[in-house]
């Protein structure tokens, strides 16, 4: 009792306290306001650094927005590009760029060029007209926009085909959507057919400006455009502003060109040099360095040249100015050639060893081991009976000869055969060789089981008649509305054995945590492309490389800013024409490549399908896909993105309203980069906008498992042991697939415990008791793999 009453104190305040803490008290009055004196010197000398650090961060901050102002004004940058595009189809644009190009050339009549330097406003502008309807021309000069313009008409009101907003039609809404993936530069809108009293215009303009503010950033500005002292006072505000591109656009140089020719080549016969003539944007270019010609492919260049600028921002006024008319007739300043040392090789595809895939070879020890017992086994005498042949002696194993050796025959009434010669594959090799059957009708039937590629390919005949066409969609668009009801189902074939069937499927018990090694069973496209040990890292090597090559300023780049003449090499004569007609609409783009990008690899995006297109996009799907300045056509395989397991489950369809993994071969692309991806349609027409995203990754190890469930019915039930019928059809399929687990779906686990008759019934057990409406079910799963493409790039397809 005592014990429990005793008292207890408070633990000493300084146990944790240092020694000079608890030896303060001992110091006079002088020492101590020394210390506190010294510790506020240390404060207000941190206070004072870290003052120091933001101002400089201000001061480099200011330093780079005046010298980024200064680049896009002065006489050195590239012109300005700004697109106009229509929101409906009833908006003149044709009208407005006219205007707009007079404004700035002080030009009352006369034909004026798209590209117009003014120094009134003392800065260059191109204007684009985006053609209503054609999806591609918008998507290719929204990527070189460095303002995108819209233009909205008060009479679209009235359309039938307006959208709830009224000034944006079907059309219009669409492009605004792959805009804004593709990532927004500046943006304006431009109100047009405003009524002319002062009163009614301000009320229609407010009205209009309520209605489509929600459809564009905060910072967009809205600006009458009906007369010119209108347009003269949005181009004094557009001279102060501040323009932002998107980040991937700025990551690599590129020509939006003004010129497209080709020329012959005689020593290549079905090739041409394409001739692309511009002024180059963003960065400088290496002649050495790979460019990109956006839906034709990667080439290599053979030469630049640096003309003289056919638009100076100070124009002096001479008698023999030019004309619009020979504005491309310029002079060439400088040429540039490449070295053929350094020049970036054109590689596509990996070299092919077809003996790469049969076995490993040997080691060095394997080898030294293998010659040893060589002549160990040259060494050793055989003994055979007088008159036999190799053939004879193929059959008699080493016992025999030692017991005939043994027995005591002279070695006179035998002959001496060298184990190694006479080699024959005899019975006793086709013996060892032998396996089971039904395995071996598994690996017979192994180009007959591409059951993935022959049902997630459409028909690929090109003589389809138009009855053929539909039904096919109708098989698609029940295989899809099956698929989202009954995902990974399958039901067992009853003329093919399932062992057969299914050859290729595995059991896991774990689809989290089991093991699947990344290169067991590869396919023979895997020694086709490249990867990297460390994919971060080369990139930032890349990118590194790259930078200093601009800071430099090698003899072999040409600076931003030039008026040049690329000439690229090696281009197919029905491409270059092709182009050359695209041309009329819009703008080629040609993109400078960095190292390895032209190689091909795994490429993996995070895709959704898009709310306008109904259809379903089935998995191996041949599709287009424009990744930054880059297109290219592609047949890829959807899987869902699992965080917490190395193995992804495949999807046979991209369903709507979430995001998926999509994995394809394809040229590598350093992230980040936009995604738009394209599906072509019946006939000729234009392709429509199927899906959009971003690239995530290139990783030709991501796993990508197709998942299978076999189902079975409950015959008879007793508490926690079942019959089950259908889920196979004879007894040596269940014996098969007797180590695979399964479970029901009301959450019973269990395993095959032996079959039953003789028409694929199974006797199986339960954790619990199962319901006699309940289904039992087998998840068998194989990797999947994208389909490599029939041709990479969709230029003759367009």
């Given at each position: 009792?005592?014990?429990?009453?005793?008292?207890?104190?408070?633990?000493?305040?300084?146990?944790?306290?240092?020694?000079?803490?608890?030896?303060?008290?001992?110091?006079?009055?002088?020492?101590?306001?020394?210390?506190?004196?010294?510790?506020?010197?240390?404060?207000?000398?941190?206070?004072?650094?870290?003052?120091?650090?933001?101002?400089?961060?201000?001061?480099?901050?200011?330093?780079?927005?005046?010298?980024?102002?200064?680049?896009?004004?002065?006489?050195?940058?590239?012109?300005?590009?700004?697109?106009?595009?229509?929101?409906?189809?009833?908006?003149?644009?044709?009208?407005?760029?006219?205007?707009?190009?007079?404004?700035?050339?002080?030009?009352?009549?006369?034909?004026?060029?798209?590209?117009?330097?003014?120094?009134?406003?003392?800065?260059?502008?191109?204007?684009?007209?985006?053609?209503?309807?054609?999806?591609?021309?918008?998507?290719?000069?929204?990527?070189?926009?460095?303002?995108?313009?819209?233009?909205?008409?008060?009479?679209?009101?009235?359309?039938?085909?307006?959208?709830?907003?009224?000034?944006?039609?079907?059309?219009?809404?669409?492009?605004?959507?792959?805009?804004?993936?593709?990532?927004?530069?500046?943006?304006?809108?431009?109100?047009?057919?405003?009524?002319?009293?002062?009163?009614?215009?301000?009320?229609?303009?407010?009205?209009?400006?309520?209605?489509?503010?929600?459809?564009?950033?905060?910072?967009?500005?809205?600006?009458?455009?009906?007369?010119?002292?209108?347009?003269?006072?949005?181009?004094?505000?557009?001279?102060?502003?501040?323009?932002?591109?998107?980040?991937?656009?700025?990551?690599?140089?590129?020509?939006?060109?003004?010129?497209?020719?080709?020329?012959?080549?005689?020593?290549?016969?079905?090739?041409?040099?394409?001739?692309?003539?511009?002024?180059?944007?963003?960065?400088?270019?290496?002649?050495?360095?790979?460019?990109?010609?956006?839906?034709?492919?990667?080439?290599?260049?053979?030469?630049?040249?640096?003309?003289?600028?056919?638009?100076?921002?100070?124009?002096?006024?001479?008698?023999?100015?030019?004309?619009?008319?020979?504005?491309?007739?310029?002079?060439?300043?400088?040429?540039?050639?490449?070295?053929?040392?350094?020049?970036?090789?054109?590689?596509?595809?990996?070299?092919?060893?077809?003996?790469?895939?049969?076995?490993?070879?040997?080691?060095?020890?394997?080898?030294?081991?293998?010659?040893?017992?060589?002549?160990?086994?040259?060494?050793?005498?055989?003994?055979?009976?007088?008159?036999?042949?190799?053939?004879?002696?193929?059959?008699?194993?080493?016992?025999?000869?030692?017991?005939?050796?043994?027995?005591?025959?002279?070695?006179?009434?035998?002959?001496?055969?060298?184990?190694?010669?006479?080699?024959?594959?005899?019975?006793?090799?086709?013996?060892?060789?032998?396996?089971?059957?039904?395995?071996?009708?598994?690996?017979?039937?192994?180009?007959?089981?591409?059951?993935?590629?022959?049902?997630?390919?459409?028909?690929?005949?090109?003589?389809?008649?138009?009855?053929?066409?539909?039904?096919?969609?109708?098989?698609?668009?029940?295989?899809?509305?099956?698929?989202?009801?009954?995902?990974?189902?399958?039901?067992?074939?009853?003329?093919?054995?399932?062992?057969?069937?299914?050859?290729?499927?595995?059991?896991?018990?774990?689809?989290?945590?089991?093991?699947?090694?990344?290169?067991?069973?590869?396919?023979?496209?895997?020694?086709?492309?490249?990867?990297?040990?460390?994919?971060?890292?080369?990139?930032?090597?890349?990118?590194?490389?790259?930078?200093?090559?601009?800071?430099?300023n090698r003899d072999e780049c040409v600076l931003?800013?030039?008026?040049?003449?690329?000439?690229?090499?090696?281009?197919?004569?029905?491409?270059?024409?092709?182009?050359?007609?695209?041309?009329?609409?819009?703008?080629?783009i040609a993109s400078g490549l960095f190292q390895?990008?032209?190689?091909?690899?795994?490429?993996?995006?995070?895709?959704?399908?898009?709310?306008?297109?109904?259809?379903?996009?089935?998995?191996?799907?041949?599709?287009?896909?424009?990744?930054?300045?880059?297109?290219?056509?592609?047949?890829?395989?959807?899987?869902?993105?699992?965080?917490?397991?190395?193995?992804?489950?495949?999807?046979?369809?991209?369903?709507?309203?979430?995001?998926?993994?999509?994995?394809?071969?394809?040229?590598?692309?350093?992230?980040?980069?936009?995604?738009?991806?394209?599906?072509?349609?019946?006939?000729?027409?234009?392709?429509?906008?199927?899906?959009?995203?971003?690239?995530?990754?290139?990783?030709?190890?991501?796993?990508?498992?197709?998942?299978?469930?076999?189902?079975?019915?409950?015959?008879?039930?007793?508490?926690?042991?079942?019959?089950?019928?259908?889920?196979?059809?004879?007894?040596?399929?269940?014996?098969?697939?007797?180590?695979?687990?399964?479970?029901?779906?009301?959450?019973?686990?269990?395993?095959?415990?032996?079959?039953?008759?003789?028409?694929?019934?199974?006797?199986?057990?339960?954790?619990?008791?199962?319901?006699?409406?309940?289904?039992?079910?087998?998840?068998?799963?194989?990797?999947?793999?994208?389909?490599?493409?029939?041709?990479?790039?969709?230029?003759?397809?367009?």
């Open positions: 009792m005592g014990g429990s009453r005793a008292q207890l104190n408070k633990p000493h305040k300084s146990r944790f306290s240092t020694k000079s803490s608890r030896n303060l008290h001992k110091t006079s009055h002088k020492d101590k306001s020394r210390i506190a004196k010294s510790e506020r010197n240390v404060a207000k000398g941190a206070r004072a650094a870290r003052l120091q650090r933001n101002k400089m961060l201000r001061e480099q901050k200011k330093a780079a927005l005046l010298k980024e102002k200064r680049a896009s004004s002065s006489s050195k940058s590239a012109p300005l590009v700004i697109v106009l595009f229509g929101l409906s189809e009833s908006v003149n644009v044709d009208s407005l760029a006219e205007d707009l190009l007079r404004v700035l050339s002080n030009e009352g009549n006369g034909d004026v060029s798209s590209t117009v330097a003014s120094s009134e406003y003392k800065m260059r502008i191109s204007v684009l007209k985006a053609p209503h309807g054609d999806l591609l021309s918008c998507m290719e000069m929204a990527k070189v926009a460095d303002l995108i313009a819209f233009v909205a008409s008060t009479n679209s009101l009235y359309e039938e085909n307006a959208s709830d907003f009224g000034y944006i039609d079907s059309f219009g809404s669409q492009c605004l959507s792959v805009f804004r993936q593709l990532g927004l530069p500046n943006t304006v809108v431009f109100i047009r057919d405003l009524p002319s009293d002062l009163k009614g215009k301000n009320e229609l303009k407010k009205m209009s400006i309520s209605n489509l503010a929600g459809e564009f950033p905060e910072d967009c500005k809205f600006y009458p455009a009906d007369t010119k002292d209108e347009l003269h006072k949005f181009l004094w505000l557009f001279k102060e502003q501040r323009l932002t591109v998107p980040h991937w656009r700025n990551q690599r140089p590129y020509l939006m060109s003004q010129k497209v020719d080709v020329v012959a080549d005689d020593s290549n016969s079905g090739r041409c040099t394409l001739l692309l003539t511009g002024y180059l944007r963003a960065h400088s270019l290496s002649v050495n360095q790979l460019v990109h010609v956006s839906g034709a492919g990667d080439f290599q260049l053979q030469k630049i040249e640096i003309l003289k600028d056919p638009y100076p921002l100070k124009l002096r006024k001479e008698p023999d100015a030019m004309d619009s008319d020979d504005v491309f007739d310029v002079e060439v300043v400088r040429s540039v050639d490449p070295d053929s040392l350094r020049q970036e090789p054109l590689v596509f595809e990996n070299d092919l060893d077809p003996l790469a895939g049969e076995q490993t070879w040997p080691t060095e020890a394997e080898m030294a081991e293998a010659d040893r017992n060589q002549k160990q086994k040259r060494q050793k005498k055989r003994i055979l009976p007088r008159g036999t042949s190799e053939y004879q002696a193929a059959w008699i194993v080493d016992d025999t000869d030692d017991e005939g050796s043994d027995s005591g025959s002279d070695a006179d009434d035998g002959m001496v055969l060298d184990e190694t010669e006479g080699y024959f594959r005899g019975p006793k090799e086709i013996n060892n060789s032998d396996v089971d059957e039904d395995y071996q009708a598994s690996l017979d039937d192994r180009d007959a089981n591409e059951e993935t590629d022959a049902d997630s390919v459409m028909m690929e005949d090109e003589n389809l008649t138009r009855e053929q066409i539909k039904e096919e969609i109708k098989k698609i668009k029940a295989a899809h509305a099956e698929d989202e009801e009954f995902p990974d189902e399958v039901d067992t074939p009853l003329d093919i054995p399932a062992r057969k069937r299914f050859a290729k499927y595995r059991g896991l018990k774990s689809f989290r945590t089991s093991s699947w090694d990344p290169k067991e069973s590869l396919p023979p496209e895997y020694a086709r492309i490249f990867a990297f040990d460390n994919f971060a890292k080369t990139q930032k090597h890349v990118f590194a490389k790259f930078l200093d090559m601009e800071q430099e931003s800013g030039q008026y040049v003449r690329l000439h690229i090499k090696d281009v197919p004569i029905p491409v270059a024409s092709k182009l050359c007609l695209l041309a009329k609409t819009a703008p080629v390895h990008e032209s190689k091909m690899s795994v490429l993996h995006f995070s895709v959704k399908k898009h709310d306008t297109y109904d259809a379903p996009i089935k998995a191996k799907e041949e599709l287009i896909f424009h990744v930054g300045f880059r297109q290219f056509v592609a047949r890829p395989i959807f899987s869902t993105d699992d965080m917490n397991s190395d193995k992804h489950k495949m999807e046979r369809f991209l369903h709507a309203g979430r995001f998926s993994v999509a994995s394809i071969y394809a040229p590598i692309s350093f992230p980040p980069l936009p995604l738009i991806v394209l599906k072509s349609t019946e006939g000729n027409a234009a392709p429509v906008i199927a899906a959009f995203g971003s690239l995530r990754s290139i990783d030709p190890d991501r796993i990508t498992l197709k998942k299978i469930v076999l189902t079975g019915y409950p015959q008879r039930v007793s508490k926690l042991k079942a019959s089950v019928r259908y889920m196979f059809h004879s007894p040596e399929d269940v014996r098969w697939f007797k180590p695979v687990e399964v479970y029901t779906k009301c959450g019973r686990h269990g395993r095959i415990k032996e079959p039953l008759g003789t028409h694929g019934a199974m006797k199986c057990t339960f954790n619990g008791v199962l319901q006699q409406h309940d289904t039992v079910c087998m998840s068998l799963f194989k990797r999947a793999y994208p389909k490599w493409p029939e041709h990479r790039f969709p230029i003759l397809d367009t």
